[in-house]
């Protein structure tokens, strides 16, 4: 990470950073960047006062270094913004002091609910949650660099402004592990219900400034919208939890219709009523289904499938309905002192005679208090692909890739950033991505020009689908892999590796097999791709589904 030294305003690079303060604040006009730290201009711009007064505070505490996100980062660098997006949590955590720089607080005077502290802007931002939650040192100041106050002082005030429990803002009964209060006394459901109603200016950041606050890491990949990056951190979350208190979310603006969706939620926001709900420990699980459930106790564990959710869950029918349920997940709300009803569902069965369901009304989440009827299952909860909406209606053809790594990690590669057509949908499982493309043509236009299924117009004679950039935080070299689709005649997918990645008209309008690129030290990556599916690329391709076979593959000695 860089730091900035309080009295020469360098920037100095360190692996064991020392001792240092951090600064939280909201970006604004004329912020003085990575570029324009050591540059003789960078005193007459805005922001350098609001440097210059983080300096001078952490000079006063003792410290000779500070970290800016606006000068500390090199947004010009892919590698560099990746890494600090992933490892911001632990910076600030790892900070023997915050400073939250309130511009538009201009009176240090008593905060209260009603002041223009609690009114700051500052409490609406995304990033700024993982800010106030992550250091064990926190001050606040007005305009003027005048102390206003600290995390510890304020944590009432604070917890009724952010719904934050004060216990996770003081660290109570936090042990040895600074957050053990967030991480093991709050359910998912919970920590998502403090971000509702946050912003970002981008909107996949809504997502990426969570993965601090569920220790999670994921590729950063700008362009792939709101949605995808939510689903995404949703099957990073479940990766390494079984609290099912991920899926008590809700929907009020849905209404009450019975539209079938996915199990996952589309927005943080969709936890604006789950604040109260709690994970229940699986040793009182196993006990309270033993007595009420049966002897079929549910397995906790759970996972995600390429078209949906594998769980095991009680199901009890709804009354006068056959093929629509009431699921009961390991999860509970407090409704009084001792006394907890359980959380639930509604599905569907989307398939009949099989284990398959939907989730519907999701508007509302079920309070249960009566247990009985319930039968334990394993079954299936399918979830829409996420693309965009469009207007009319449309048939869809798919080309599905199955891209591996080969030797990548072993040559200190890894995957630092993921950039994604808004037409595509990205999965990762493990070092490895699974990326779908659904290419939509009008009914209308099928009709008018088309003789049979197989002869598709072409609105365009190239897709770009990704780009995938490979860093070697040693040698600090990369390359990027650009993947697409021709689809002329005997077309089919192509491959590119380049060294960073290519502009819109340099893209391939064949099929490519196989290309390679040279590394340093006499090194090579190859990227090859097979067909796995319905057709060959020189072959008329089905109308509903292709799939190939990508490797990605590095040579060289170790």
Known sequence: MHLLHITSKKLEEFVNPPEYAILSHRWREEEVLFSDI???????????????????QARRDGYHYVWIDTCCI?????????????????WYEDAQVCYVYLDDVADNGDPQTESAFAKSEWFTRGWTLQELIAPTSLFFFDSRWREIGSKNSLAGLLSSITRVHADVLTRVNAGSDKLMATRASFSVATRMSWAVGRKTTRPEDRAYSLMGIFKVHMPVIYGEGEKKAFFRLQLEIMRTSHDQSIFAWSNPVAGGHKRGIGPFALYPDCFAKS??????PSDQWVRYSQKFIGLNIPRLDFAATNDG????????????????FIALLSCRRRVSDGEYHFVGIRLRRSVANAERYERIDEHTLEDIVDTQGFKVKQIHISYPLLSGTSQG???????????QNVGIEEHGFSVINTETAPSCDLQMHDSNFVLQ???????QTLTQDCKCSHHLPRSVDSSWLASFTYHNSTTKEQFVVTVGVSWVPDGGPWLQITSEKPASDQVSQVKIDWTSYWLEAGKKVTASVKNGGHASAGKKRSIMFDRYSVNITVYGDL
């Open 437 to 443: 493309m659904r290419r939509p043509y009008l009914l």
């Open 393 to 403: 209606s449309f048939l869809s053809t798919s080309t599905s890739l199955f891209i």
């Open 275 to 280: 604040g109260d709900v709690e994970d229940v």
């Open 38 to 56: 050591h540059r003789e201009h960078a005193k007459g711009m805005k922001g350098y006062a609001k440097i210059e007064g983080c300096c001078e």
């Open 74 to 90: 090199d947004k010009n660098s892919s590698a560099a913004l990746a890494e600090a997006i992933n490892s911001m949590f632990t």
């Open 309 to 324: 959710l594998d769980i095991n869950l009680p199901l009890r029918p709804l009354v006068h309905e056959t093929d629509e």
